[in-house]
């Protein structure tokens, strides 16, 4: 089994509408992350958390928010979506050195 | 802040050639360094990483990568590439001083590696 999953794969919908990601992993780390890429972009980090009560906020944070359930569990949520939200985005975990485990994906198109 | 350049956006290389894939990173002290690839419709998966110690890391794959302070560049490099080895590749920094990039790591914008027969 993944170590890092994240549901849906892949989501449609329109614009104004909410929207949650979700992301669970197995690993055991505290750290968790959200990214975003745009083609020719790499990744940026939308959000990250070190534990349940410690989130922040990353380099594109406006128009996200997010919530971290259980050590195990971070969601992302688009409140009121809007077509330059798609893109592909990941979930991630880090150890204590920094090496971040990404899962899957899920690819968000934004009508 | 620290950041990561790759200068090539797209590489083509004949299968069974050498290649090195450029990265060059800005960061005040020594960071830890990273490469991941990407094959299409996939996540990221780790190649490599340098924390201190050795400056020539061996990674996944066949593949390795030094790291040179003088020049600030981390390359990754493989003897004979394989057709399998088309994807996308991306360098990542993560600050020491910050717990090892513990608020994310800074990713270059990639380099797309094309396998020619």
């Known amino acids: 089994d993944a170590d890092v999953t994240q549901t849906p794969r892949n989501r449609i919908t329109k614009t104004g509408k909410r929207i949650m990601l979700e992301c669970s992993q197995t690993?055991?780390?505290?750290?968790m992350y959200w990214y975003r890429q745009d083609p020719g972009l790499g990744l940026q980090l939308i959000y990250y958390?070190?534990?349940?009560?410690?989130?922040n906020k990353g380099e594109i944070s406006d128009g996200y928010s997010v919530s971290r359930q259980a050590q195990a569990k971070f969601s992302l949520s688009l409140e009121s979506a809007i077509p330059n939200q798609t893109a592909l985005y990941f979930c991630a975990t880090s150890d204590w050195r920094g090496t971040q485990y990404f899962g899957p994906g899920t690819r968000l198109t934004v009508l | 802040a620290q950041s990561v350049t790759q200068p090539d956006i797209h590489i083509t290389v004949s299968e069974g050639a050498s290649l090195e894939l450029r990265c060059n990173y800005s960061y005040g002290a020594t960071p830890y360094l990273f490469w991941y690839v990407q094959s299409p419709g996939q996540g990221l998966q780790l190649l490599l990483k340098?924390?201190?110690?050795?400056?020539l890391v061996q990674g996944i794959k066949g593949f390795e990568a030094e790291f040179k302070r003088s020049q600030s560049s981390f390359n990754l490099r493989k003897p004979s590439v394989h057709w399998s080895d088309a994807a996308e590749y991306f360098c990542?920094?993560?600050?020491?001083?910050?717990?090892?990039?513990?608020?994310?790591?800074?990713f270059g914008k990639g380099t797309h590696l094309i396998i020619q027969p």
């Open positions: 340098y924390f201190s110690g050795d400056t």
């Open positions: 690993k055991g780390h505290d750290r």
């Open positions: 958390s070190f534990d349940v009560k410690d989130i």
């Open positions: 990542a920094v993560g600050a020491q001083d910050t717990g090892g990039g513990a608020d994310g790591l800074t």
